[in-house]
């Protein structure tokens, strides 16, 4: 059963920078995608980056394009989102979550899409304030 941790959130200043963990167990292949979405109350998930653990390749959302880094370290089964120059309307919940692919796909706009993924973390708090 694949599970996901996310780590890394905290209170940062407008600016800063934080990076955000997910740690994967029960992954044993390659053909995943990993995605990073979060949410604020009242509002829905939203997609914020994705990656294609088996082609590399990534996809942002406009609002953290040039900002946010979505990478994959295959030794330690986790993947992180370093976040950079960090805007107060950042603020929120951040999930990582999985989806299994048949074939090798690339990351693409579909990634931002929450109904495409079968395992989700519980979230780590990310909030952006003076």
């Known amino acids: 059963q694949l599970q996901l941790v996310e780590s890394g959130g905290g209170l940062v200043q407008p600016g800063g920078s934080l990076r955000l963990s997910c740690a994967t167990s029960?992954?044993?292949?390659?053909?995943?995608?990993i995605g990073w979405f979060r949410q604020v109350p009242g509002k829905e998930r939203e997609g914020v980056s994705c990656?294609?653990?088996?082609?590399?390749?990534?996809y942002y959302a406009d609002s953290v394009k040039g900002r946010f880094t979505v990478s994959r370290d295959k030794a330690k089964n986790t993947v992180y989102l370093q976040m950079d120059s960090l805007k107060p309307e950042d603020t929120a919940v951040y999930y990582c979550?999985?989806?299994?692919?048949?074939?090798?796909?690339?990351?693409?706009?579909?990634?931002?899409?929450?109904?495409?993924?079968?395992?989700w973390g519980r979230g780590t708090q990310v909030t952006v304030s003076s």
């Open positions: 990656i294609s653990l088996s082609l590399g390749s990534t």
């Open positions: 029960g992954l044993t292949l390659d053909q995943y995608v």
């Open positions: 979550a999985a989806t299994y692919t048949v074939v090798r796909v690339p990351a693409t706009k579909g990634g931002l899409d929450a109904g495409t993924y079968e395992y």
